[in-house]
């Protein structure tokens, strides 16, 4: 059996839930002095860059914004095989005494979280560092946990999420897909 799809999130339901976590990042740090938002790439940068531009345009000034490439962070690197694809991480500013966003698309085992925080250990000491995810779907192996969280779901052993972005995909949606064969 085919898997089945279903979206969870429309084009606009991910604008209302991008514009609510940029609410909520701003009720975090009481404003947006000292903000930097770093998503992890590949969806994360693009959503990332979203929360900035609502951020500036709500508060007024400009959000300093990055982007991470974990795959040489990852614990599972020799899995990956014997060439991964690494893409960019660009900073663009020392990170020491900011607070700092990790923004990422999905948050599943914490594993890619986890990286994003060895990886920024690199380039200095924020002030303090949250996270925020546009989909929380459960399953935890690490204890990580979003602070700003877009959309929980409970998904199905055997399914997984989908997040499109239309910089990358052409459309914005969440999509549930769930396994066709019953497991």
Same mark, same amino acid.
């Given at each position: 059996?085919?898997?089945?799809?279903q979206? &969870? !999130?429309?084009?606009?339901a991910?604008?209302?839930? *991008?514009r609510?976590?940029? /609410?909520e990042?701003?009720e975090?740090f009481d404003?947006?002095?000292? &903000?930097?938002?770093v998503?992890?790439?590949? %969806?994360? &940068?693009?959503?990332?860059?979203? $929360?900035? =531009?609502?951020?500036?345009?709500?508060?007024?000034s #400009?959000?300093?914004?990055?982007a *991470?490439?974990?795959?040489?962070? %990852? /614990? =599972?690197l020799q899995?990956v095989? #014997?060439r991964p694809v690494?893409?960019?991480t660009?900073?663009?500013?020392?990170?020491?005494?900011?607070?700092v966003? $990790?923004?990422?698309?999905?948050?599943?085992?914490?594993?890619?979280?986890?990286?994003a *925080? =060895?990886?920024?250990?690199d380039f200095?000491?924020?002030? @303090?560092?949250?996270?925020?995810?546009l989909? /929380?779907?459960?399953?935890?192996e690490?204890?990580?946990?979003?602070?700003?969280v877009?959309?929980?779901l409970?998904?199905?052993?055997? @399914?997984?999420?989908?997040? !499109?972005v239309?910089? !990358? =995909?052409g459309?914005d949606?969440?999509?549930?897909v769930?396994?066709? @064969?019953g497991?």
């Amino acid at each position: 059996m085919p898997a089945e799809r279903q979206i &969870v !999130l429309d084009a606009k339901a991910v604008a209302r839930t *991008l514009r609510r976590m940029a /609410d909520e990042i701003v009720e975090h740090f009481d404003g947006t002095q000292g &903000v930097v938002l770093v998503g992890i790439q590949r %969806r994360g &940068v693009q959503l990332s860059s979203r $929360i900035a =531009d609502i951020l500036q345009e709500r508060e007024g000034s #400009p959000i300093p914004r990055g982007a *991470l490439d974990i795959t040489l962070y %990852r /614990d =599972d690197l020799q899995t990956v095989g #014997p060439r991964p694809v690494v893409g960019k991480t660009e900073l663009p500013l020392t990170l020491d005494g900011r607070h700092v966003v $990790i923004v990422d698309d999905v948050l599943y085992t914490g594993r890619t979280v986890r990286a994003a *925080l =060895d990886e920024l250990a690199d380039f200095g000491r924020p002030a @303090s560092i949250a996270l925020a995810v546009l989909v /929380d779907r459960g399953g935890r192996e690490l204890p990580i946990h979003a602070d700003i969280v877009g959309k929980t779901l409970s998904v199905p052993k055997g @399914s997984h999420i989908d997040v !499109l972005v239309s910089e !990358l =995909d052409g459309d914005d949606q969440v999509v549930l897909v769930t396994s066709g @064969s019953g497991q």
